[in-house]
């Protein structure tokens, strides 16, 4: 049963490609800190998302897609 309460909306594209950043950079290992690759994963994939009708889910899918980059070392890797 819910009580009511939604997720936030997400306010732009470019508030969610600042909260993927921060939050894949807390995941990633000390060896892909600060890759330049990471970066534009999380451009790439939140702004392809980012035309769905249905935002509050942009951020979750987003963060799911670059994990599986981070684990394969690699945005290229074509596993996601």
């Given amino acids: 049963m819910t009580n009511g309460q939604v997720a936030p909306r997400p306010g732009s594209c470019e508030a969610v490609i600042q909260s993927v950043r921060r939050e ?5 290992p000390p060896e892909l800190a600060g890759a330049p690759w990471i970066d534009r994963c999380v451009e790439d994939v939140v702004t392809e998302l980012w035309p769905s009708p249905v935002k509050s889910f942009v951020p ?3 963060m799911r897609h670059v994990r599986c980059c981070i684990q394969a070392g690699s945005c290229d890797c074509g596993e996601c």
């Fill in 60 to 62: 979750l899918l987003a």
């Fill in 24 to 28: 894949a950079a807390k995941e990633c």
